[in-house]
């Protein structure tokens, strides 16, 4: 999942100052499950944003909404009417939430950043979310035992470790596990050991194109001649 964490609330006040009506829009899903932007954190962030404006004695008027999800349009469309009522929309989804949104809303909206997005990661504890993948567009977990060196290393390196690594942790920081350390575990676990014997390529990060688009073959666009030559 995406996963953000909130912006200080000082630079969330500064980037609101100038609006009236404002309606913080939570996502109800990445965000929510890493307790950043979902429907209890937008009720939190719009109370405290209406006791520290009233401190201020600025007076706003701040209302809360949140949608299942921002980076998908049906949901934005839903609640269309309501979002053009307000000077500024504070959205507290991720990144991609905050840019969909305002396209929907055709970019006449100003749409404000409620939270960092940080990394695509998992749950490794309650309340503890860490990086696993960097979305690099050519994945070779196959060839390193499921752990990924781009994320696990603090380096990035593509073909086993740096001779920094002292007890199995990092040289960047000794807190943290040496990524190719744990390939070499879990490859030396699965019996899979040869893999680390071929020399893998710098990574084209040219390869995938920013940004990137994905169309499901179920709605790729149909020529003339392939519906003729479906009906042969
Ligand atoms: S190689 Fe790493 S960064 Fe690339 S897709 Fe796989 S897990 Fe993600
Ligand atoms: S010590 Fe390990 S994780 Fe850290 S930079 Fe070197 S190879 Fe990467």
Same mark, same amino acid.
């Given at each position: 999942m995406i996963v953000a964490k909130r912006k200080p609330l000082q630079e969330i006040k500064d980037m609101l100052k100038? /609006?009236?009506k404002i309606l913080v829009l939570g996502c109800g899903s990445c965000v929510a499950v890493c307790m950043a932007g979902g429907e209890k954190e937008a009720g939190l962030l719009t109370t405290e944003l209406q006791m520290a404006f009233e401190l201020d004695k600025d007076k706003k008027q701040i209302d809360t909404l949140t949608i &299942? !999800?921002?980076? =998908?349009r049906e949901y934005i469309d839903e609640v269309k009417e309501k979002l053009n009522q /307000?000077?500024?929309? &504070?959205s507290i989804a991720c990144g991609v939430g905050v840019q969909f949104t305002a396209e929907v809303l055709g970019g006449a909206k100003v749409l404000l950043p409620g939270l960092n997005t940080t990394f695509l990661g *998992?749950? #490794?504890e309650p309340g503890t979310w860490m990086e696993r993948c960097l979305?690099?567009?050519d994945c070779i977990l196959d060839e390193t035992g499921g752990i990924c060196p781009i994320t696990m290393c603090s380096k990035s390196l593509m073909n086993g470790p740096c001779g920094g690594h002292e007890k199995g942790k990092c040289e960047v920081d000794r807190n !943290? =596990?040496?990524?190719? +350390? &744990? #390939? /070499?575990?879990r490859l030396k676990k699965l019996g899979k050991l040869e893999l680390l014997k071929t020399i893998k390529l710098p990574k084209n990060y040219g *390869? +995938?194109?920013?940004? =990137?688009?994905i169309i499901h073959e179920a709605y790729q666009p149909v020529t003339v001649k392939e519906v003729k030559d479906s009906q042969k």
């Open positions: 100038p /609006y009236q &299942l !999800r921002q980076c =998908d /307000y000077d500024a929309i &504070l *998992a749950t #490794i979305a690099c567009g !943290r =596990d040496c990524g190719w +350390v &744990l #390939i /070499y575990e *390869a +995938v194109k920013r940004p =990137d688009k």
